[in-house]
């Protein structure tokens, strides 16, 4: 037997399977501005290297092409009353959501509280289109918020917290969110006029620090945007 003959009662060689199809990466944004440079828009809002290259930024449509200092001006004409502010002692991680989340719901400025490195990871570049500001302290961050005539709602689920449905939330405030898992400090809910908490269902006793975030920032706009 040579050693192309077939072993007796073995099966036949089988061909490989044909790996399945893929689906095409989806690619965000735009390409090149349509019909070359010659019919690029004379608005100095455009920038003249996306017309030329496409824009692949996660933005909204009505930006596309835009620059960065255009869309920040244009935001700025339409930023939202309400500030929010974070503790940053523990170097926590969902900072950048949050920042995310208050350039989604179109904050009118972030509030770092403490360390002034955050991990901008979560952020996903949008704090280059939110204005954020530093604080050493607590202390000199009510400073900031009582010169500004701007009164403070501290976010955590401690003993004296109201439902956030069920709070008197001002047009006008600073939301004020604490670490993950030790949530704020006691010189933080000392320094607020008020202490809401979002209402659970389940078994556990609190949610991810940029998720309660999200939910108040969206009751906000439910109620004032």
Do not use: K
């Amino acid at each position: 037997m040579t050693d192309a003959d077939p072993v007796e009662g073995a099966e036949p060689a089988r061909e490989p399977a044909a790996e399945p199809a893929r689906e095409p990466a989806h690619e965000v944004g735009v390409g090149p501005w349509p019909g070359g440079p010659d019919a690029w828009p004379m608005d100095d809002r455009y920038d003249r290297e996306l017309l030329a290259a496409g824009d692949r930024r996660n933005v909204e449509d009505r930006y596309r092409y835009w620059t960065m200092e255009a869309i920040v001006a244009d935001l700025d004409e339409r930023r939202h009353p309400f500030h929010v502010a974070i503790e940053n002692w523990q170097h926590d991680m969902n900072i950048g959501s949050i920042v995310r989340s208050a350039n989604a719901f179109l904050a009118a400025e972030v509030h770092i509280i403490g360390r002034r490195r955050w991990n901008r990871r979560g952020a996903m570049v949008t704090d280059r289109y939110q204005h954020v500001r530093h604080h050493e302290d607590v202390a000199a961050f009510t400073a900031w918020a009582t010169d500004a005539g701007i009164p403070v709602i501290a976010v955590d689920n401690v003993e004296g917290s109201v439902p956030v449905d069920r709070a008197e939330l001002p047009e006008r405030c600073v939301l004020l969110f604490g670490q993950e898992g030790p949530g704020l400090s006691a010189e933080a809910v000392a320094a607020a006029s008020g202490v809401v908490e979002i209402t659970q269902y389940g078994s556990t006793r609190s949610i991810n620090a940029s998720a309660a975030a999200a939910v108040v920032m969206y009751e906000w706009c439910r109620r004032w945007a």
